[in-house]
């Protein structure tokens, strides 16, 4: 074995290493169009959900007794849709231009997009919904003989939620850690 | 730039630095059917920045730049599975075992403790350590990863403190 100096920590990393497979140059074309193309098939997953929220409310609407229930379904449509265009607001991934930026740079913004996607995710992920939830729920609340029944109906959606939301402010305080250990490791230069 | 040029700049970069890409993608991911899919996202990213490149920094410098960019990316979405966590390198132990003599332990076994150091790294300090080990000078480095030359001596400095202590205890110079 070499000695623990520069070279020989250097030959010891180069040793053994699997060469770089590359990709013929027009395979690679074909990726970078396909990146774009993918981009916009997530897209369309988004709105093919977003259709089918869209088709069971409006089946609801139509066909549900009641004000509360056909008010509830339409406001759902709404939020579907609004949670869906910020969706695609917000997980888009940087131009290729952004990733010849220096390392601190690059890394900082992309924990500081992860992190205000994660805390702010109630207003535009769940929040949307909840108007359409409400008032639908309200207007389930007749269908109930007893309010234990109805108040353990609601309670599924809104732990559902409330763990959603939970666990996102968590992740997004573990990246508000890395964010202020990256920013005090700046600041000690 | 022309297509044709971005064409011959991304074959370029790939005879220089396509074993050097290789070598780095071992720091961001162990899997080997990953890593092979992260060097191939590498060489997507490079062609398609390329186009932007206007010679205002080394070609060197641009593409360790987008390599380990992309790269972070990659560790980024994989962090939102496996919930792991990173740190910076002064704030690495390494367990205490007893120490053995650089010149006595197997390259298998000086890998893998070099591996396991860089896989706890918060990526900046991954990758001045990745850049140390590809020869890259300090000043160079500093300007890819956007810190002082200095810091770039602390961290490397660290990183070999602690290789020291595990295999070079009798005295063994850095």
């Known amino acids: 074995m070499t000695s623990l100096n520069d070279d020989g920590l250097r030959s010891l990393w180069r040793q053994d290493s699997d060469a770089l497979g590359p990709l013929p140059l027009a395979e690679v074309k074909s990726r970078a169009t396909a990146f774009n193309r993918a981009i916009g098939r997530r897209n369309r997953r988004e709105y093919i959900a977003v259709a089918f929220v869209a088709l069971i409310f409006g089946l609801y609407a139509a066909i549900l007794p009641g004000m509360l229930l056909k008010i509830g379904s339409l406001l759902m449509i709404g939020g579907g849709f609004v949670m869906a265009w910020q969706l695609s607001r917000h997980t888009s991934r940087p131009g290729p231009g952004a990733e010849a930026a220096d390392v601190h740079a690059y890394y900082r913004a992309q924990l500081v997009t992860e992190e205000r996607m994660l805390a702010r995710v109630g207003l535009w992920y769940i929040g949307p919904l909840i108007p359409g939830l409400a008032v639908f729920m309200a207007g389930l609340a007749s269908q109930f003989d007893s309010t234990l029944g109805f108040a353990a109906f609601t309670a599924i959606p809104v732990l559902a939620i409330l763990g959603v939301w939970l666990l996102n402010r968590r992740a997004a305080a573990m990246l508000r850690e890395q964010i202020a250990r990256l920013d005090a490791a700046t600041e000690g230069q | ?174």
């Open chain 2, 1 to 174: 730039m022309t297509e044709a040029e971005q064409d011959q700049a991304f074959s370029d970069a790939i005879t220089r630095f396509g074993g050097a890409i290789a070598r780095m993608a071992r720091g961001y991911e162990a899997d080997a059917d990953l890593r092979r899919d992260l060097e191939q996202d590498i060489q997507v990213a490079l062609w398609q920045s390329l186009a932007r490149f206007d010679g205002r920094c080394a070609l060197s410098t641009w593409v360790w730049r987008v390599a380990h960019n992309r790269a972070i990316s990659h560790i980024i979405a994989r962090q939102r599975h496996s919930r792991r966590r990173w740190s910076n390198i002064e704030d690495i132990d390494l367990p205490d075992a007893d120490p053995t003599p650089f010149d006595h332990a197997t390259s298998d076994q000086a890998m893998t403790l070099i591996l396991s150091i860089i896989e706890r790294l918060d990526p900046p300090d991954r990758q001045i350590l990745l850049l140390y080990l590809e020869g890259v000078a300090a000043t160079e480095t500093g300007e890819i990863t956007g810190v002082s030359p200095e810091v770039v001596a602390t961290k490397i400095h660290r990183f070999k403190a602690m290789l020291t202590r595990r295999f070079a205890p009798m005295g063994d110079t850095l």
